[in-house]
């Protein structure tokens, strides 16, 4: 796969779960910055492999979520942030590094299998 198609591709996927995302009246997170974070861990791949340093994937890791802990500290205690798009964000990034690894299978369906359990929230909440 050629890198424009992995970016691409990681664009996608960031669309994907961000559109989901838009849709919850409590976020903090929506299409644009899923969009972006999927876009930063494929580039964080690929400027790893070219340094030859995993490092850089870590700090990017690092650098997201020192801005994620930033917006929420100063959305302030209105309400409780919750932890899922927080977590999805991270996934996202973690979805786009590995996409730059050649992972696109596993990394299509892992994003379809996540928007699917963020999108069916109140049918899985109603299973227990």
């Not at 340093?53 to 801005?67: D, E, K, M, R, T």
Request: with cysteine.
């Amino acid at each position: 796969m050629s890198e424009l198609w992995i970016f691409l591709t990681s664009l996608a996927i960031g669309l994907l779960l961000g559109i989901e995302r838009e849709r919850s009246p409590g976020r903090h997170a929506g299409l644009r910055t899923f969009a972006l974070t999927a876009v930063l861990g494929t580039l964080s791949g690929m400027l790893a492999v070219r340094a030859g340093s995993g490092l850089i994937i870590a700090a990017g890791l690092l650098a997201l979520a020192a801005v994620m802990i930033a917006a929420y500290r100063h959305q302030a205690a209105k309400d409780d942030p919750g932890t899922t798009t927080t977590v999805a964000l991270l996934l996202c990034y973690a979805l786009g590094v590995a996409l730059w690894f050649e992972q696109t299978l596993a990394v299509v369906v892992i994003a379809v299998a996540a928007t699917s359990l963020l999108n069916f929230k109140e049918e899985l909440h109603g299973l227990t």
